[in-house]
């Protein structure tokens, strides 16, 4: 999930202004109602039990933490990163281990659980559709991909990241269970057929923007966005028919000088009441076995783990094997 | 310079001159260090990342893609370039000609417009372009269009975003430049003949081209490495090389081509400016 440059240069002051003060720890993340729910319901939580101030930084930035990292500098202690890079990263020397024995990893769904990384919420592409612009919905990968049934501008997803591929594919009627290995030249054949009817979004916020205001009448979306956005008035229709879901996760960037902190801080984070607590305010689903109990089961209902039936999920630890040769590609295909 | 007679005028300069470098000291140390380091540091990971070689640069050259990014950053800076002068000109020429007060009155919307956020003027763009923004609403309420136009997510709305941003660093320059021409000259053309038009092609555009050449440069510079607006704008198919150098090195993570990406633009940067210095030497401007 990457937010543009106006949460940067935001971030870049906040967090100038931030540092200044007496930070016990920080946190990074990708800004937006996102980030403002794992204040509320993770950092501040924390802080009032442990008196460990946390200050909040972003957005993420996986050129920043090898920065960090290389330079033996780390000022983020725990921070928000799609799942594919955590295992990625782990693997490159880039990560702490987690410390199991402060972070109970019983609770959190094994999915998301690695030696350098446990899950922070999980979400799931989505088909949207703002009813008042589009007229009739699509419903399916296949509608999406139907320019003939469904003329108008689609939104996707800009970055190489889990989703978009696998919905191409089944779009094309790869079933869900042969998605792996995805086969990229299929994939991009698919593609190709609605390139020019693209609109890319590159983070959340923008994604709203372009299906509220109609530019994009339907699209592909993280399902708590469109929550966010009902929210708001605007008429979105939510088609969860073969879903996509992948998860974030939490990590600890190699020398931080808050550890002890930072695993901690973790462990709160994913403990159930905070999980259950941002899943209600985000839309995203908690990752913690615990949390559905503690929900209100109205919420609970539109959440992407409810939603297991047509739910197809994103293989992290084969995206994170071919991240950079897919993340070529895809880049040289989009530049095409 | 008033000369005295303790020392010659040439001894006097070349000491005003040492003591001018001392000052500036302090300044060159820090560009060495925070800017000139750094800048190499990335260079040497061009060349050895993932192993010691040339392949970034080969892959960077061989690849079809990267070659249309660098052709593509190049189209959009040189047609940036050429709206903005000619687009500014004629502002620059009003500004340096208009009576006090009106002239201060534009000079200080164009300097506001510049101080206004980047983002937010970016923005306000992207409403204005999009399919269901207001221009396209606008024409098509006046039945000019049925269909809304593609402003946006591609050349057309990087170029309009791109031109209105760059259009002050061409502006400015170029006011300092015609008002220092003397209008006694273009009175005496005037007075032998000249018609209005040539006066323009004869005397006044000769006079400002150092005006014209370096805003043009600055823009162009500019433009080559602009992101922001860009991003924001153009679509995928019309990305320009800030964007891939930014895909390099946060999504990717991949610094040795993001790296190798950066000096070709700073290689061609720093040859503009160098021809610009030949052509149109160190002439005060402004």
């Known amino acids: ?336 | 310079m008033a000369m005295t007679a303790t020392a010659a005028p040439g001894e006097r300069v070349a000491r005003r001159r040492n003591a001018a470098f001392a000052w500036t000291l302090p300044a060159l140390v820090l560009i060495l260090l925070f800017f000139v380091t750094p800048v190499l540091g990335l260079m040497l990971r061009s060349v050895t990342e993932p192993t010691l070689g040339l392949q970034n640069y080969a892959e960077l050259i061989g690849t079809g893609t990267y070659a249309r990014i660098f052709a593509n950053t190049f189209l959009v800076a040189g047609v940036v370039t050429a709206l903005s002068v000619v687009i500014g000109y004629p502002v620059a020429w009003a500004l340096a000609v208009l009576p006090r007060p009106w002239g201060q009155l534009v000079f200080a919307i164009i300097i506001l417009s510049m101080w206004t956020n980047l983002l937010a003027r970016t923005y306000a763009w992207m409403v204005l372009l999009q399919r269901t923004g207001v221009i396209n609403k606008t024409l098509i309420g006046l039945g000019v269009i049925d269909k809304p136009l593609a402003l946006v997510n591609n050349l057309v709305g990087v170029t309009i975003g791109m031109t209105y941003i760059m259009l002050p660093f061409v502006i400015l320059p170029l006011v300092g430049v015609i008002r220092a021409i003397d209008p006694a000259i273009l009175r005496a053309g005037a007075l032998c003949g000249a018609n209005s038009w040539q006066c323009f092609t004869r005397i006044l555009l000769p006079l400002s081209l150092p005006g014209v050449a370096a805003g043009a440069l600055m823009v162009f510079v500019m433009a080559l490495g602009y992101y922001v607006t860009p991003a924001l704008l153009g679509g995928t198919a019309n990305m320009m090389l800030a964007e891939m150098v930014a895909q390099f090195v946060q999504s990717l993570v991949n610094w040795g081509m993001g790296g190798a990406a950066a000096f070709v633009l700073l290689v061609v940067t720093l040859a503009l400016y160098a021809a610009q210095l030949r052509f149109f030497g160190t002439r005060r401007i402004g």
């Open chain 1, 1 to 336: 999930m990457k937010t543009l440059l106006i949460a940067t240069a935001l971030a870049a002051i906040l967090g100038a202004a931030g540092s200044a003060a007496a930070a016990d720890m920080v946190f990074t993340s990708w800004g937006g109602t996102t980030q403002d729910a794992q204040k509320a319901a993770w950092a501040d939580s924390f802080a009032a039990a442990s008196g460990i101030k946390v200050v909040q930084d972003g957005p993420t930035d996986y050129g920043k933490i090898k920065a960090m990292v290389e330079a033996g500098n780390v000022t983020w202690d725990v921070v928000d990163v799609e799942g594919d890079y955590a295992v990625q990263a782990g693997k490159a020397g880039l990560l702490e281990k987690l410390d199991f024995s402060t972070i109970d990893k019983s609770k959190l769904d094994p999915r998301f659980v690695t030696d350098y990384s446990v899950g922070s919420f999980y979400y799931s592409f989505v088909i949207g559709c703002n009813k008042d612009a589009a007229g009739t919905c699509p419903k399916s990968w296949k509608d999406l991909f139907d320019t003939a049934k469904f003329p108008g501008k689609r939104a996707f997803y800009k970055w190489s990241a889990p989703g978009v591929i696998e919905a191409a594919l089944l779009a094309d009627g790869v079933p869900a269970d042969k998605l792996y290995p995805l086969d990229l030249d299929r994939a991009f054949k698919k593609l190709d057929t609605i390139k020019a009817d693209i609109v890319w979004w590159d983070g959340g916020a923008a994604s709203q923007q372009l299906l509220a205001s109609g530019e994009a009448p339907f699209g592909s979306f993280w399902n708590g966005r469109l929550t966010a956005l009902a929210a708001t008035g605007v008429t979105v229709e939510t088609s969860w028919d073969q879903n996509i879901t992948a998860a974030d996760a939490l990590v600890v960037p190699k020398g931080t000088k808050n550890k002890e902190a930072a695993m901690k801080f973790i462990a709160n984070a994913t403990a159930a009441k905070p999980q259950a607590e941002f899943a209600a305010v985000t839309g995203y689903a908690p990752i913690n076995l615990g949390s559905p109990d503690l929900m209100d089961a109205a919420i609970r209902k539109t959440l992407p783990d409810m939603q297991a039936a047509s739910q197809v999920n994103a293989d992290m630890s084969y995206w994170a094997e071919h991240r950079d040769a897919i993340g070529k590609r895809w880049y040289a295909w989009q530049a095409k």
